[in-house]
DNA sequence: TATGAATGAGTCTTCATTCAT
DNA sequence: TATGAATGAAGACTCATTCAT
């Protein structure tokens, strides 16, 4: 039984090789070039596989794109999980900074291609179910302010939410993609500062 | 000299002309079809003249962009002029909710160009100087935040600044472009708040 | 005026003729290769054009098709009008032979693409119309045996038409295409024979 | 013997299976989606077997087609000579009818696939041997015609042989084709009919 | 200056065929 | 023998740019 596995996994294992090898090819290009300039052909060459290879793997250009973010929203999301474990009863004064923390350590999960995806991608069907991503941070949020609603100040909660999100991921986003001289504590202090002071009573 | 000014003023309105048609061709190209789908002969044909005309006043594709965003920068710039005069000596709790007020404003200058504009274009050098819009308006906060520092808490201005300026820029730009919902004075309120509140001692 | 006329023709003139030889290629790759061999690029070389120039004038592949089609069953047409003017009173004994020459002239336009055009092309929509050609035909059949109902046997005449032309578009196809040994005036006599006797009393 | 033969057997028998659902296959994908989107690969999918598998049996996409287009001719050949048993001495009246009836059986035999073949296949040497069919016919034809010279009028049997094969050929054809409204007894009257009339004295 | 025909490199994608396992 | 991953030439089509008129 190992023996016919051990058979079949080199098979599998080189599909999953060359996946690979063309994801990180399409990143790097991506990254490099942008999105405008990512062609399959080039992928392929950068990857050092045939186009043909290519399209066994993704339907079309776009299917690049859409593994690419996936995989990115996916290892932004578990870093901030992680971050963010055992929170829930913690004090707003710290779960504030801590949450602003996490954000910049998702926004630093691998920055070039976030710039990219955040800043060139025209409006695409393919993406609309990442979009979901943020979507779902801002009902955990929301979710948050309601169960503390006692901690904070009266507001429309989703108000606040809409701008407590746009202000921190600009915030993370900017120091992470343009203004690195203020990526350190004091960063983190500010925001949360700013984070806190709009919401306390 | 009359004779031949007036020889040459029909030549330098109708280049006028033709250059204004041309980018207006390229700014509803541009909202329609996206960035992607500019291309200079679709430009050309929806502007009602020959690509030759075209690349008689635009060097090249590039050149259509540039001109387009130098334009709406300038027109953002003069609408977020126009709803700051004479607020110098202003006290803070007017000037910031004034402020926010225009950025809004500038916002709504050209959302659909906005939107493409700042979503889906690639870096491009020639855009660079565009951006000192954000500068000098960095700049000018810089100030103002120096000028008013016996008004606000202690703080390291650059950084507050930063905060501030991504701050403002996502609310309004996620309200103008996403979330129309929120487009009320209940914002403008929230905004100015949670600006006021992190400035004040 | 006609100096005017005399500066824009060049230009009409070139696309007329780029037009012309595009056409060209594209019957002589048609008849040479097929259908499936036919491809714009191979075209383009072919009419010495560049593919850009093609695309210019046909706007896919299928135009090309369509032109030539057109082009053919207007000159098959119009074989067919000059053989049959004038004939509207002659006896049957006189109409069917002459018809029956003029399908065979009409058939002999250019032999080649009809057969390529007849037996290799898939089902297209945008050929549809060109079928008309043919209804028109059985049209005009169909009223001529209602004219002539005294003089020919009772019969279903939508049946009638069926039978007519599917036999004589097959007897001229084949002769013309196939069968060269036979085209005398001995197969149109036995054409006109099967004909009439197949409609008389 | 038995030994030998009852290892053998499955192996054979699994080889024929293989081939015949890679024959299936391809008739489905053939029908459905035309030669032209017809891919060894596609084939190969429908059929559940590797492409490696097809091309075991089939050194390439032509011979898919030819063994395909012979299977189906052979169909058609054995209707036919089930329809035309034990009429050798029948007189013309019923020969006639009968053997109609025979050739709309023929085109009946899986008009789908005929379709297909007869429309939209490109010329191609490996089915030349396939017109053979026709041919054989023919040659039938000519040597009934040669035994009944004395029961029909003096002819060139060559060109009645020909005139008579299109002719019955492009009824039948269009009738099961393209016009299955005239697709009964009436259609085999008249057909008869002008056969019968064509050649009677 | 204006025109628009022409260019051709470059893009996405398909598919017959091969070959290592 | 079977498998299916890999190949890469070829095809349809686009578009920034040039240049003769």
Redesign the pocket.
Known sequence: MSGTRS?RM???A??K???EVILQASAQVLKREGWA????????KVA????????????????LLVALVRGHAERQLSTLSEHLIGLQDAPLEQLVPTTVRALLAAHRVDPELHRVVAGEIPPMDALAEIRSVQDHFAALLSMELKRRRHEIREVDIELAVFVLISTVEAITHGAVLRHEQFLDDRLIEETSLLVLRYLER
Do not use: D, I, M, W
């Open positions: 058979r080199p098979t599998q080189r599909s090789a060359t996946v300039r990512l062609s399959t052909n080039r992928v392929a050092g596989v045939s186009v043909g290879s290519l399209y066994q793997y993704f339907p079309n250009k776009e299917a």
